[in-house]
């Protein structure tokens, strides 16, 4: 306050104070009095990946390989990260978890390494002049060098030196205070090594070009002091002596210190234009640049009252604390407590195997009188020695109360998280309350809720983004069946107002106009040969019927077919002019049948006009020839092929065969007669009739083969001969829909079905490929004349309404039994498994957490867990049989 | 090896809580060996038999608590309960008035809120309300200066068995507040005009002062409460006085009658139930001090010292709320409860 209201005047070098503060016993002359001496070179060295903040390094080296003192043997990952060195020359015997320099004594990986006892240096030299090198390129020698903080932290100083151009340091404050107690690292560095020191600060300078350059010593190191301020004398450092106080070697309190200024909460020195230091950071520096020695010991203070010979040693990174221990000679019986680091800040040390590290600046070896047991816990009395204490300014006791009734919002608004840990509260405590401990505690509570507050975000954005896409999804499939919805009742409503438009319903009457009409024809081909056999004399009208019913028949499969190559032309309209020859293709050929039918009616009752009628017929065929060529280029043409009408090639070849043989019989018939009255024309007739005979002959040739051919895929097919449209019937006519249970007879049987259904469909589909596929060769290489290719056509054709009608059966069979299994259960089969796989899951569950609390928990929760384990179990179990028994009863397969 | 294993700091200071209250209670030495100069021997009565009482109290609600009783009762704040209280009871108290007083201010003002650190009202003011406000009588018979009772007659006054009509009169605060206006009556009486205060209370006043100078040295306590306290009485004072001298005494008078001392340094510096921060134990002790000058002049009673430290008990955790520190790297202090 009055410095505020005098401060007109205030000097250039003034030195200004922190809040708070204390002054524990420095117990600093137990190791300050002797000079640094090497340290110990241990048979086996191990070094954490992680010796600095940030990433770990990456190992360079395997198990095995041999390394030189100063070869690099982890790389830097990241910006911020620190790469390692072999501090002595050896082998690498191990990359694995080790314990390590960690408050709670954790593992991590380290790369050991087994001395050879040689100490041999990898190649390396310094560089003469650094001025010559850019910033840049300095800072990547420090990278290299695996340079850390050497204060307490361990931040790549890397990233510390290389602030960017936008970024104007005022001051760059080298922290020479070591205020903890009993650490006197610095203090021997500076009195021993000061001019490396300054070399050191003069390369910081270079690199970061600093307004003035400030060195913070307490005023307890007099011949520190003098040495560097020798060593400064001539060149723009100051020196600044700070009062012994307790933790005035905090960045934060150091910058306050030296420069009045306040680094704002949660941000760093930088942003006011401040670069912070450590003493022995710099002399690092100067010796990677200057002498190109990576970062490979430290001086470390092992001091207390347990080791004989206190004092500064430097000690080779990955020492085990207990070899440098033994090296100062330790009186284990007096050893009470470890502390790696200060006694206000450090931690202790549960094993001795624990290496020193970039950051371990010193090791206490106190017995139990030096540092004993700290008391039991007192009540607070808010006496507020602590918020005196605090170098911070906060009330530790309101952040006390805050922390232990876990009131973490009170407890950041009384700025938890500006707190440094620096124990000065603990250590005024009057009642020893461990208040560093509380904050610890709600820091990490408070980490915590952040991060579980960042996941819970994550998971309600996952949680919207999945609800919005099923509703887009929704309205989607809504918008389809709408759609359709509405295309089905404007196509309804077209077909009210034409009956001729191809709907399905229609498509579906004319089939079944279409299988009546066959049927009445084939039954009175059969009452007509019936007849004729008998001798009956009315067999030519029965014959005269038959034909009528036949073209009746023909008319009606032209309808079907009509239809149905109607319904996709909608989409192509190329396909109407296919569709409309094939109408008249099937119509011509209809009219040349009943021709032929009609002229072998007249030449058996010997009518005269027989001759005219034939001419007819063969007017007639010509017709349907060369409307069938026109179908064909037409179909050519047209890539997308209509399904072409399903006629029987057998029944097809036996009315040709009957027609050759008519004809034959009747070219023999000619040619006798013609023989008989002596005409010229009898040995031409006789020759023709010949010829049709050998015709007559391969037709019937053919149709054999064809009947051999036709039975195999007319068994498989569950329908036999019955038409297609009935096929699907079949096996629902076998099994009752409305069985209450599943008779497990039936269900066999439907398994058997299913199985030869399958079988059926696989060779029905089979056959119609590779009949598909030999018209398709057929037709590149038009190896077939236009009948031929018509009947291969009609052939394909059949054999892909028979897969299909396979397929029909077997989609019905496999549905049928989805619904038994509804029926039985009263769940669908989807239900069944969405029920196995979550008891599955719940299982899982609970055994994770009985596997978690096993160690925890008090004896009735885990037996109660097992419990509920056990339930589960069975659940689980019940849920797995009814499934599979579903599945197994019904023959249907996972697919 | 079996190592020691704890977080930092790995060493403390020397204080503990029983050092700090044992401090306290050797300050409050000059200020009972004045009273007994002035009063006799019946305040160290009081002071003797409210310790016995008050660690009986204790040690019993402790075991009944099921507490450890000796790391309780060493850490002494039952015995600077009881030291205090018995300071304030008049000299003349009977010893049924100082077993009510200290096993109530032990028992419920303090362990029935959960003991040290957890009561929010001062237990030796609740204690010496409650007695003032149920035996009013025996709570306000102080020895008139120059009638000190022998220690045989103090200890018959202390087992009830002496009247004390030979040796008590008025005390300067309830001498000035009964003649308060009436300028003859004031000059007329010699116990308001001692050296520089109420006689025979302006050594005892003194004798605290010293004894508050040395908590103070000590780093018991800080300033902020004994000053404002002070400031808070004085201030007021010193105005009314110099617009009405006859209606309102000097802040002399003021400072040095009655509890203001022993209440500036012992009493509203209780840290349990005084506000926290520095700024909130400024306001704090100004608040208690304005409101004792404020009761002396206009209300029913001479004193109030423990209505005042009660009352603004009540505010302390407000204050707190409003007068956090500016925590270092933030351009303002958090203000309010927080979110």
């Known amino acids: 306050m009055l410095a505020k209201l005098f401060g007109g005047t205030h000097r250039k070098n003034r030195v200004y104070d922190f809040h708070g503060g204390v002054h524990p016993p420095e117990n600093k002359q137990q190791s300050n009095g002797t000079a640094i001496q090497p340290g110990p070179l241990p048979a086996r060295l191990i070094l954490p990946l992680n010796m600095h903040i940030g990433a770990p390094a990456k190992p360079l080296v395997a198990p095995g390989d041999k390394v030189l003192k100063g070869q690099m043997i982890a790389e830097p990952v990241g910006a911020v990260s620190a790469a390692i060195h072999a501090p002595t020359s050896g082998t690498v015997s191990a990359i694995g978890p080790r314990p390590i320099q960690h408050p709670s004594g954790m593992d991590a990986i380290c790369i050991v390494i087994d001395s050879d006892g040689e100490d041999r240096w990898v190649d390396h030299q310094g560089i003469a002049d650094y001025t010559e090198l850019s910033p840049g390129e300095l800072v990547d020698t420090i990278r290299q060098a695996g340079i850390a903080g050497m204060g307490g932290a361990g931040f790549p100083t890397s990233i510390k030196v290389n602030l960017g151009d936008h970024q104007r340091v005022e001051q760059l404050i080298i922290n020479a205070v070591e205020c903890e107690p009993y650490i006197t690292a610095d203090d021997r560095l500076m009195r021993e090594r000061a001019a490396d020191i300054v070399a050191g600060i003069h390369i910081l300078q270079y690199l970061l070009n600093p307004r003035r350059t400030l060195i913070g010593i307490e005023d307890n190191k007099p011949e520190a002091i003098s040495a560097i301020k020798r060593a400064c004398k001539g060149c723009d450092i100051e020196v600044r002596v700070v009062p012994t106080k307790y933790p005035s070697g905090g960045e934060k309190q150091l910058i306050q210190l030296l420069t009045g200024k306040e680094v704002a909460s949660g941000q760093l020195p930088a942003q006011v234009g401040v670069v912070c230091q450590n003493v022995g950071t710099a002399f690092a520096i100067q010796r990677a640049v200057c002498h190109g020695e990576p970062l490979l010991s430290r001086i470390t203070t092992l001091t207390g009252d347990a080791v004989a010979q206190p004092g500064n040693y430097e000690t080779l990174l990955g020492t085990p604390v207990a070899d440098l221990l033994q090296h100062g000679g330790v009186h284990s019986q007096q050893l009470g407590r470890l502390v790696m680091g200060g006694p206000m800040m450090g931690f202790t040390l549960h094993n001795p195997a624990v290496p020193v590290v970039k950051t371990t600046n010193c090791i206490i070896a106190a017995s139990p009188q030096e540092l004993p047991e700290p008391p039991p816990e007192q009540p607070c009395i808010r006496c507020g020695s602590c918020a005196e204490a605090c170098p911070a300014n906060l009330l530790p006791q309101q952040l006390y109360w805050h922390a232990k009734n876990d009131d973490l919002d009170k407890a950041l608004h009384h700025n938890l998280m500006d707190c440094i840990e620096c124990g000065a509260c603990a250590y005024v405590c009057p009642s020893h309350i461990p208040l560093v401990q509380y904050y610890r505690y709600a820091k990490g509570e408070v980490r915590q809720r952040a991060a579980d507050q960042v996941k819970a975000d994550k998971a309600r954005q996952r949680f919207e983004a999945r609800q919005a896409r099923i509703e887009q999804e929704q309205a989607e499939k809504e918008a389809r069946r709408q759609a359709r919805l509405e295309a089905n009742r404007k196509k309804k409503e077209a077909g009210a107002a034409a009956p001729t438009g191809p709907s399905a319903e229609q498509a579906a009457a004319l089939k079944q106009a279409s299988l009546e009409a066959s049927k009445a024809y084939k039954a009175a081909v059969k009452a007509a040969k019936t007849a004729e056999a008998q001798g009956d004399d009315n067999a030519a009208d029965l014959k005269a019927e038959a034909e009528r019913l036949k073209a009746v028949a023909d008319k009606a499969k032209a309808a079907v077919r009509d239809a149905k190559a109607d319904a996709p032309a909608v989409a192509a309209p190329a396909d109407d002019a296919v569709a409309s020859l094939k109408k008249q293709v099937g119509d011509a050929s209809s009219a040349y049948k009943a021709a032929v039918k009609a002229a072998k009616d007249a030449e058996a009752s010997g009518a005269d006009d027989a001759g005219d009628l034939r001419a007819r017929a063969e007017a007639l065929k010509a017709t349907a020839d060369r409307l069938k060529a026109e179908l064909r280029d037409a179909k050519a043409n047209a890539p997308t092929t209509p399904a072409a009408p399903q006629t029987d090639p057998v029944a097809e070849l036996k009315k040709q065969v009957g027609d050759a043989s008519s004809a034959y019989k009747s070219a023999v018939k000619a040619a006798k007669e013609a023989e008989a009255q002596g005409a010229d024309n009898a040995a031409e007739l006789r020759a023709e009739a010949d010829r049709l005979k050998a015709v007559a002959d391969q037709l019937k040739a053919d149709l054999r083969d064809a009947k051999a051919n036709a039975p195999a895929p007319a068994k498989a097919a569950p329908a036999g001969k019955a038409p297609p449209a009935d096929s699907p019937k079949v096996p629902e006519s076998d099994a009752p829909q409305s069985v209450a249970g599943v008779d497990p007879e039936q269900a066999a049987k439907r398994q058997k079905r299913l199985k030869a259904l399958k079988t059926a469909y696989n060779m029905a589909h089979k056959q119609y490929k590779d009949a598909h596929a030999a018209l398709e060769r057929a037709e590149r290489h038009e190896e077939l004349s236009a009948d031929e290719f018509n009947a291969m056509q009609q052939k394909v054709d059949k054999l892909k309404g028979k897969a299909d009608v396979a397929r029909d059966a077997l989609d019905a069979l496999v549905e049928e039994a989805k619904a038994d299994i509804r029926a039985h259960t009263g769940k669908d089969l989807k239900t069944l498994k969405l029920e196995a796989a979550r008891a599955e899951s719940a299982l899982a569950d609970k055994q994770q957490e009985l596997a978690q609390r096993r160690d925890s928990a008090a004896e009735e929760t885990l037996e109660a867990l097992e419990a509920e384990l056990k339930a589960l179990e069975t659940e689980a179990h019940i849920a797995r049989k009814a499934l599979k028994q579903a599945v197994e009863e019904q023959g249907l397969v996972e697919e | ?339």
Not at chain 2, 46 to 66: C, D, M, P, T, Y
Not at chain 2, 72 to 79: G, H, M, T
Not at chain 2, 130 to 154: V, Y
Not at chain 2, 323 to 335: D, I
């Open chain 2, 1 to 339: 090896m079996s190592l020691i294993s704890s977080t930092s700091p790995h060493t403390t200071g020397k204080t503990d809580t029983g050092a700090f209250m044992r401090q306290v209670l050797y300050a409050t030495l000059p200020g009972l060996a004045v009273l007994t100069w002035q009063f006799g021997w019946g305040s160290v009565i009081n002071v003797l038999w409210a310790v016995l009482v008050a660690l009986l109290s204790e040690a019993a609600i402790l075991k009944a608590r099921g507490r450890p009783l000796g790391f309780y009762l060493k850490d002494y704040s039952a015995v600077v309960t009881a030291v205090l209280l018995g300071l304030a009871l008049p000299p003349t108290a009977p010893w049924w008035l100082t077993l009510i007083g200290v096993s109530f201010a032990i028992i419920v003002a303090k362990q029935l809120y959960g003991g040290l650190g957890m009561n929010p009202f001062n237990p030796a003011m609740v204690g010496y309300v409650l007695l003032l406000i149920s035996f009013p009588a025996a709570m306000t018979r102080w020895i008139a200066p120059g009638q000190t009772p022998e220690p045989a007659q103090s200890w018959q006054l202390f087992l009830g068995q002496a009247g004390v009509d030979g040796f008590s009169g008025a005390t300067p605060l309830d001498t000035f507040r009964t003649w308060a206006g009436n300028a003859s009556e004031l000059s007329g009486h010699a116990i308001l005009h001692g050296q520089f205060a109420g006689l025979g209370w302006e050594w005892v006043n003194l004798a605290f002062l010293l004894g508050g100078l040395y908590l103070l040295a000590r780093r018991i306590i800080t300033w902020q409460i004994p000053a404002a306290f002070l400031l808070g009485v004085a201030v007021p004072a010193l105005i009314a006085s110099l617009v009405d001298p006859v209606r309102f005494a000097g802040p002399l008078f003021h400072l040095f009658s009655g509890g203001t001392m022993l209440g500036a340094f012992f009493i509203a510096t209780d840290p349990v139930t005084a506000a926290t921060s520095r700024l909130g134990r400024f306001i704090y002790a100004l608040l208690i001090g304005v409101l004792i000058w404020v009761i002396r002049s206009f209300g029913g009673y001479p004193d109030a010292v423990a209505f005042s430290v009660l009352l603004l008990n009540l505010c302390a955790p407000f204050i707190d709320y409003y007068t956090q520190p500016r925590t270092y790297g933030h351009r303002k202090a958090n203000r309010g409860v927080g979110s």
